[in-house]
């Protein structure tokens, strides 16, 4: 489960693997080893992908948003993007 949101992150930031590379220090073919189900992340790949994006953590380890302390998923960010857009 936190693989398929971590990809789904990196998708919602427009992120290539190259690129998450490049801010983590960890290789693209890690990121890519954990987006097929090869590698199970661990807590260094957690740790790195809560350091870009804090405000995906909890949504990351749990599947849960606590919007009130700023905790969302790339959904609930794509959603509050698109009513600033038309408001």
């Known amino acids: 489960m936190i693989a398929e949101r971590?990809?789904?992150i990196r998708k919602a930031e427009k992120l290539s693997r190259r690129k998450l590379e490049e801010k983590t220090g960890i290789a693209d073919y890690t990121w890519q080893?954990?987006?097929?189900?090869k590698?199970?992340?661990?807590?260094?790949?957690?740790?790195?992908?809560?350091?870009l994006w804090p405000q995906y953590k909890y949504w990351m380890v749990f599947?849960?948003?606590m919007p009130e302390i700023g905790q969302?998923?790339?959904?609930?960010?794509?959603?509050k993007e698109n009513t600033k857009q038309v408001g």
């Not at 969302?72 to 959603?79: A, G, K, W």
């Open 72 to 79: 969302i998923s790339p959904e609930l960010d794509e959603i």
């Open 39 to 51: 590698q199970i992340p661990n807590e260094e790949h957690i740790k790195a992908i809560s350091n």
């Open 33 to 37: 080893a954990i987006s097929t189900g």
């Open 6 to 8: 971590i990809e789904k």
């Open 63 to 65: 599947g849960e948003t």
